[in-house]
């Protein structure tokens, strides 16, 4: 047994509105640089949908994650080292720039300074990569509240096998929210395709980083990860990723999607693992066995056993008992209601969710029945207008039972609150018949509903000599450090943050923002000396080869 300690995050689906605060705030605290506009670490998707970049979830085009070979051991769906020696100087399997979407702003210059005329002048979009004018065919957040359903709906991915079940019209498709952040998985396939090894998975909390020192662009991480949660940065020509917000984590502070969420869905904590499990979890032949396979990788930390090998490993005594109040292994494993995101992908995984109930107790009013009757619920759940086999195909790999059970038990959490809240007596019936007792549904109803800021954040301080001033080094710790020259005007929290008076990131002017993005020089003044890249580019526009290219149909209607 080797036990090692992950920071994890669960984020209960039926609390989000889909109001993208999460994803603005973590835009404005780590993607507010030149050429990460198009970069959203965290995104809210709507589904059914795409997602985003369109289509990522469909890992037949796109090779990322891990599969078994003819020996039932895991190897990198995309290939393994031969295969990317051989083929290192190509362009890998990735996502074009329309995929993604092309980042835009408005040339509000015209707009304000115009003289008098007849017709009203209008702030045309503007490319924030090419400077030309464009038409927006695509963002990250197209389908939002079902914008894009007609077109874009019926190619969902995870509605495969299943589209005689799920209805698209306008007035009968039904839509939830998915926020989504990088997993920061115990078998992460991004570090596994990094030819240079910059993606490295930290020890101490289990982060997954990338080293912008030895990143060299060559973007196999993109193909690698599953969930296309790494970017690559057309003005460095570095990979970067969600950092988990790790210079707020090490000081006991929420990330910032979370600090900011306003559905209070998300919750952050520390599990203990067995590292030594992992390789034989992840390597589990039957896709449906993958969830108890990665549970039973977790290590309960009330166990003395754990608790004292714990110790041996050198985890520190508050961060065991932090382990011990942790919502994340309350979720996972004591109550069961939370699911991983695609466990087919075989990449372990930590930022789990809770599958939606909402839509079921809508269906039941709607009908002119009591929708929070247990026996009413129970029954609706096999009636959802989106199927239980959609939810199952993104949290359990088609397997329905998981998925039912969770619904279930989130149901006849309601019921049985109902009687407690209407002065009723309590029906111990309730809990019992989704195998609970009463005390345990009171203290999910608790975690659900009423968690304390305490309760849903229980993230212990890092250790170091010089831990009680990581507060004051955090703000002067550089999010990408790709070079040592932005450092002179670019800090922690985006550009300008820093200690330079370098061009702030907020101009809403596109003279302001293309001078920036074709500039000779990098924030703060500084010549780009010392940059090393594989593209021969000096950082100015688009170079040959960077993005795949888009089918030509796509091309010729993006402009």
């Keep these: 047994m080797r036990i090692m300690a992950q920071m994890a995050m669960v984020m209960n689906l039926d609390k989000c509105i889909g109001c993208h605060t999460c994803s603005v705030t973590c835009k404005q605290a780590w993607t507010n640089r030149s050429g990460t506009e198009y970069v959203w670490f965290n995104n809210v998707e709507t589904r059914p949908g795409l997602g985003y970049p369109r289509g990522y979830e469909n890992q037949e085009e796109w090779k990322g994650g891990w599969e078994l070979n003819s020996r039932g051991r895991l190897k990198l769906k995309a290939g393994g080292r031969m295969r990317k020696l051989a083929t290192i100087f190509s362009n890998p399997k990735m996502p074009s720039i329309q995929d993604y979407y092309e980042p835009w702003t408005y040339d509000y210059e015209t707009l304000l300074n115009a003289p008098a005329q007849q017709t009203f002048p209008v702030a045309t979009p503007q490319s924030l990569?090419?400077?030309?004018?464009?038409?927006?065919?695509?963002?990250?957040?197209?389908?939002?509240?079902?914008?894009?359903?007609g077109e874009h709906a019926a190619k969902d991915p995870m509605?495969?096998?299943?589209?005689?079940?799920?209805?698209?019209?306008?007035?009968?498709?039904?839509?939830?929210?998915?926020?989504?952040?990088?997993?920061h998985c115990l078998n992460p396939s991004c570090a596994a395709?990094?030819?240079?090894?910059?993606?490295?998975?930290r020890s101490e909390d289990g982060i997954v980083l990338v080293d912008q020192d030895k990143c060299r662009g060559w973007r196999m991480c993109i193909t690698g990860c599953p969930y296309k949660k790494v970017y690559?940065?057309?003005?460095?020509?570095?990979?970067?990723?969600?950092?988990?917000?790790?210079?707020?984590?090490?000081?006991?502070?929420?990330?910032v999607c979370a600090e900011t969420c306003v559905g209070r869905l998300?919750?952050?904590?520390?599990?203990?693992?067995?590292?030594?499990?992992?390789?034989?979890?992840?390597?589990?032949?039957?896709?449906?066995?993958?969830?108890?396979?990665?549970?039973?990788?977790?290590?309960?930390?009330?166990?003395?056993?754990?608790?004292?090998?714990?110790?041996?490993?050198?985890?520190?005594?508050?961060?065991?008992?932090?382990?011990?109040?942790?919502?994340?292994?309350?979720?996972?494993?004591?109550?069961?209601?939370?699911?991983?995101?695609?466990?087919?992908?075989?990449?372990?995984?930590?930022?789990?969710?809770?599958?939606p109930l909402s839509p079921v107790v809508d269906v039941i009013r709607d009908t002119g029945h009591d929708a929070e009757d247990q026996d009413n619920l129970f029954a609706a759940i096999d009636a959802l207008r989106i199927p239980v086999e959609y939810l199952a195909n993104l949290f359990t790999a088609g397997d329905t039972a998981p998925v039912t059970k969770v619904l279930q038990r989130l149901a006849a959490m309601r019921s049985y609150m109902r009687d407690i809240n209407l002065g009723r007596e309590a029906q111990a019936i309730i809990p019992e018949s989704v195998g609970m007792s009463e005390e345990e549904m009171y203290e999910m109803y608790r975690l659900l509903a009423l968690a304390k800021y305490e309760d849903r954040y229980v993230i212990p301080s890092a250790h170091g000599e010089d831990a009680h001033a990581l507060?004051?080094?955090?703000?002067?710790?550089?999010?990408?450090?790709?070079?040592?020259?932005?450092?002179?005007?670019?800090?922690?929290?985006?550009?300008g943050s820093g200690h330079g008076q370098g061009t702030?990131?907020?101009?809403?002017?596109?003279?302001?923002?293309?001078?920036?993005?074709?500039?000779?020089?990098?924030?703060?003044?500084?010549?780009?000396?010392?940059?090393?890249?594989?593209?021969?580019?000096?950082?100015?526009?688009?170079?040959e080869g960077m993005f795949p290219p888009a089918p030509e149909s796509e091309e010729s209607g993006s402009r």
């Design 266 to 355: 998300r919750y952050i904590g520390l599990v203990l693992y067995d590292a030594d499990r992992v390789l034989e979890a992840a390597s589990v032949k039957d896709e449906h066995a993958l969830l108890d396979a990665q549970r039973s990788v977790f290590l309960d930390p009330h166990d003395p056993q754990v608790q004292a090998e714990a110790e041996r490993a050198g985890i520190p005594l508050d961060w065991i008992e932090a382990a011990q109040r942790s919502p994340i292994y309350t979720l996972i494993n004591a109550f069961e209601v939370a699911l991983p995101l695609h466990p087919e992908y075989r990449t372990m995984p930590m930022v789990w969710y809770i599958p």
């Design 129 to 149: 990569i090419t400077g030309e004018r464009m038409n927006i065919t695509w963002s990250a957040n197209w389908d939002d509240d079902l914008g894009g359903s």
């Design 504 to 543: 702030r990131v907020a101009a809403e002017n596109f003279a302001v923002l293309q001078e920036r993005q074709t500039s000779d020089t990098l924030v703060g003044g500084q010549p780009k000396s010392g940059r090393v890249n594989l593209l021969n580019w000096d950082g100015k526009g688009v170079p």
């Design 193 to 201: 395709s990094c030819p240079s090894g910059a993606i490295y998975k």
């Design 232 to 255: 690559f940065n057309h003005k460095t020509g570095k990979a970067e990723k969600c950092t988990f917000c790790y210079p707020r984590i090490e000081v006991g502070i929420p990330t």
């Design 159 to 183: 509605l495969a096998g299943i589209e005689d079940k799920v209805k698209l019209a306008f007035d009968d498709t039904f839509m939830f929210y998915l926020p989504r952040i990088c997993e």
């Design 471 to 495: 507060e004051e080094i955090a703000t002067d710790c550089p999010v990408s450090g790709f070079d040592e020259d932005l450092m002179t005007g670019s800090g922690p929290f985006g550009e």
